[in-house]
Structures are given as structure tokens and as C-alpha cells.
């Protein structure tokens, strides 16, 4: 089992960047697949970034592309997510993840951090 907790969330204005970081404990997390979902005010919580247990593939979803970068650090057992251009729709509470085996890099995954709040003004 592996325990996840995130930080670096915040306020930030529209067009700035933020940088999450989330933290693992438990199982060796070389082993683990690790994601990024969000989960907005009403709605559903949906994938935002994924990255392979070497991390040598990612995955985005549309909305982020281009925008946030996932990368791993296996030697801190820490997965970031760097957030740029940020708009009001990224508003949402950003939720880490973990998950092992080898289903695609946007689902499966079965262990989740509490969360961390990301606001963005416009």
C-alpha cells in the first residue's frame, strides 16, 4: 500500500503558474504509476496527467496539454505537476494517485491522496 499527500496549491492569478507536489510513502513507488485528477465545484473529478512507473511515458488530458508537465523523482518518491497559463477553468481540487499493473496510464488507479485546492482569479 502506499500513502500519497499533496502540496503546493494556492491562489494565483490568471496566466501564472503553480507547482504541485505530491509525496509517497508505504511500497516502493518505482512501482507505481502516478496521476493527477481534479475535481471542480459540480462536477466530476477527471484526468488531468498521468506518468509511467520510470517515467518514461506521460499522458495528458486535452484541456492541460501544452500547459503542465508531470514529472517523477524516484529517488524522493515525489511525482510534481507544473501548472502554467493557468485559467479559471483549472479551478479545482487536484487529487494525486497511484495505481501498479498495466492498464492505460488514464485509469485503474486505486490509491488517492486527500487533495490539494488550486484557485485561479481571473
Known amino acids: 500500500q502506499v500513502q500519497l499527500v499533496e502540496s503546493g496549491g494556492g491562489l494565483v492569478q490568471a496566466g501564472g503558474s503553480l507547482s504541485l507536489s505530491c509525496a509517497a510513502s508505504?511500497?516502493?513507488?518505482?512501482?507505481?504509476?502516478m496521476g493527477w485528477f481534479r475535481q471542480a465545484p459540480g462536477k466530476e473529478r477527471e484526468f488531468v496527467a498521468a506518468?509511467?512507473?520510470?517515467?518514461?511515458?506521460?499522458s495528458y488530458a486535452d484541456s492541460v496539454e501544452g500547459r503542465f508537465t508531470i514529472l517523477r523523482d524516484n529517488a524522493k518518491n515525489t511525482v510534481f505537476l507544473q501548472m502554467n497559463f493557468l485559467n479559471a477553468e483549472d479551478t479545482a481540487v487536484y487529487y494525486c494517485?497511484?495505481?501498479?499493473?498495466?492498464?492505460?496510464?488514464?485509469?485503474?488507479?486505486?490509491?488517492w491522496g486527500q487533495g490539494t485546492q488550486v484557485t485561479v482569479s481571473s
Open positions: 494517485a497511484a495505481r501498479t499493473g498495466m492498464a492505460p496510464l488514464t485509469t485503474g488507479y486505486n490509491y
Open positions: 508505504g511500497r516502493p513507488f518505482s512501482r507505481y504509476v
Open positions: 506518468i509511467s512507473s520510470s517515467g518514461g511515458r506521460t
